[in-house]
């Protein structure tokens, strides 16, 4: 079974930066990331293809986040900047046969981390 480690969260300030990593033990086709706050749903913030050409972004997160991957480290990233508040959540990465925002489609999913924004 693939494995998912994430790693970057933390505690930033409003309009600080993030990056955050997600290690596969093995090949993935599209990789996703998600966030999720107790009580509300899981979110789909950004994925990317296997070749890195197709990446969606969620509307809250354009022009803030970047998604991007490293096919020989098998590894992908989410670059967050200008952090708000309202992006504090716990995020998780997830491997699936194709880029899409939804998770159902996603089959194996990492254990989350925690990032936080606030003064």
């Known amino acids: 079974q693939l494995q998912l480690v994430e790693s970057g969260g933390g505690l930033v300030q409003p309009g600080g930066s993030l990056r955050l990593s997600c290690a596969a033990s093995?090949?993935?086709?599209?990789i996703g990331w998600f966030r999720q706050v107790p009580g509300k749903e899981r979110e789909g913030v950004s994925c990317?293809?296997?070749?890195?050409?197709?990446?969606n972004y969620a509307e809250s997160v354009k022009g803030r986040f970047t998604i991007s991957r490293d096919i020989a480290k098998n590894t992908a990233y989410l670059q967050m900047n200008s952090l708000n508040p309202e992006d504090t959540a716990i995020y998780y990465c997830?491997?699936?046969?194709?880029?899409?925002?939804?998770?159902?489609?996603?089959?194996?999913w990492g254990q989350g981390t925690q990032v936080t924004v606030s003064a």
């Open positions: 990317i293809s296997w070749s890195g050409r197709t990446t």
């Open positions: 997830a491997a699936g046969p194709t880029c899409v925002l939804a998770a159902r489609p996603y089959s194996d």
């Open positions: 093995g090949f993935t086709y599209a």
